[in-house]
């Protein structure tokens, strides 16, 4: 299935969570923190300005950004977690 995102949203896949232990006790998923670090699957054409020029994206797909913890909807494609948001939710591009 592809998806492509409306106007200035961003489709990412969150990186895995790394599993942690401390102290011997191995920390159940539920209880993980959502990781920050995401991969852009697909992006919209951009949003309109006032003058009804669109405004190009900044990210591309293949791109490493850092997301907050709670941004943006969970979705679920083929069985596989996805984030949908908007580009001014993207806090940083990683480069590597």
Known sequence: ??????????????????????????????????????????VGDGKFDEDGKRLPMTVKVGDIVLIGKYSGTEIKIDDIEHTIVREDEILAIVKK
């Open 1 to 42: 299935m592809q998806i492509t995102p409306l106007y200035d949203r961003v489709l990412l896949k969150r990186a895995e969570a790394a599993e942690e232990v401390r102290g011997g006790i191995i920390i159940p998923d539920t209880a993980k923190e959502k990781p920050q670090e995401a991969e852009i699957v697909a």
